[in-house]
């Protein structure tokens, strides 16, 4: 390891100042009071159920004397409650039996109803990792230019497209599905395989597609169109502050087919989705990075607005997370 100069050393110290106690009183124990308040949990409300509006802080102040709780809180306490928990080992080695994997293995064919529109053959990227991590930002700023539909189909594919096939024994051929044999595998990790997020996309300025809600369909490397034909404005969907959203080539949206994992694992189902669509999302990104695209995370958006676009019930298939693309 290099030693830093004595000059890099003296510049990093902190700077002494002195004052009499007065002037501490006065000038810094104030902030310091604040600060270290605020980031202790002691201090506490006993008004916490009666107030109106519970907000974050609120609820936080009354965690230990009210019956408000964080719903993060209460997950977190319980989504793995034991090692010793005979339920969800027996879930996840049922996930070994033929049966189950004939049924993965044949998961993709509700791709093949309703119509298809094919994407265009996606970029061999081929840009160095470590520049494009470096160099990756959040942009807000969109020129309002077209996404061509190569790029669109480069970061589907990217972020979560089969890029090969796992064999797999024990299954058993019928006539109605033929010989089911092996399972796609795509370019993004999910626990056990399964991938319970979907990706759709709101294509608003993209050359050749027209305007409107999409789902991808990784099997087909396809878009399905979803949802209403005519989306909502897009300012009404989400508060996109400085986001130049209607400026945007499209978006990404992340939906969590919850039965999909949690028949597996439970309610650790959730933090295995919400890991894979963080996965996804990076991605996402360091795809717009390469290709020269502007992308950023939103994560005030209205997900029932966005689920009656993207066609989720919101019971089973909820909209997780948000990604805005454009030049």
Same mark, same amino acid.
Request: glycine residues 10%.
């Given at each position: ?68 709780? *964080? ?5 977190? =306490?319980?989504? %793995?409650?034991? !090692?010793? $928990?005979? #339920?969800?080992? /027996? ?5 070994? *039996? ?5 049924? =993965?293995?044949? %998961?993709?064919? !509700?791709? $093949?109803? #309703?119509?298809? /529109? ?15 991590? %470096? ?193």
């Amino acid at each position: 390891m290099r030693r830093k100069s004595g000059e890099a050393e003296k510049a990093e110290r902190p700077v002494k100042t002195k004052m009499t106690l007065a002037e501490f009183f006065a000038r810094e124990l104030p902030s310091l009071s604040d600060i270290v308040t605020f980031s202790n949990n002691l201090p506490m409300s006993l008004y916490a159920d009666t107030t109106v509006v519970k907000s974050p802080e609120v609820v936080f102040r009354g965690l230990v004397l009210s019956r408000n709780r *964080l719903v993060a809180e209460e997950y977190l =306490l319980n989504f %793995r409650r034991s !090692e010793s $928990d005979l #339920g969800v080992v /027996i879930g996840a080695n049922n996930y070994t *039996l033929p049966m189950a994997v004939g049924a =993965l293995a044949n %998961r993709d064919m !509700e791709e $093949d109803e #309703g119509d298809l /529109i094919p994407l265009p053959p996606y970029r061999n990227v081929r840009e160095p990792l470590g520049p494009v991590i %470096r160099s990756r930002r959040s942009v807000r700023r969109h020129s309002g230019k077209a996404v061509s539909m190569q790029d669109l189909s480069t970061i589907l594919y990217y972020a979560g497209g089969i890029s090969g096939h796992l064999h797999v024994d024990n299954v058993q051929e019928t006539a109605g599905l033929g010989k089911s044999d092996r399972v796609g595998v795509r370019t993004v990790m999910s626990g056990g395989g399964l991938y319970p997020i979907d990706l759709f996309v709101l294509a608003l300025n993209v050359d050749g597609l027209k305007p409107g809600a999409y789902r991808y369909a990784p099997r087909h490397h396809a878009l399905k169109p979803a949802g209403a034909s005519e989306p909502p404005e897009v300012r009404d969907l989400a508060q996109f502050g400085e986001i130049a959203a209607e400026r945007s080539g499209f978006m990404i949206g992340y939906v969590y087919n919850l039965f999909r994992n949690a028949r597996k694992y439970g309610d650790a189902a959730l933090a295995f989705a919400l890991i894979e669509t963080g996965a996804i999302a990076a991605h996402v990104h360091l795809l717009c990075t390469a290709l020269g695209l502007g992308s950023c995370d939103v994560g005030s958006f209205s997900k029932g607005k966005f689920e009656r676009l993207f066609d989720a019930d919101g019971v089973s298939r909820h909209m997780v997370h948000l990604t805005v693309v454009g030049k």
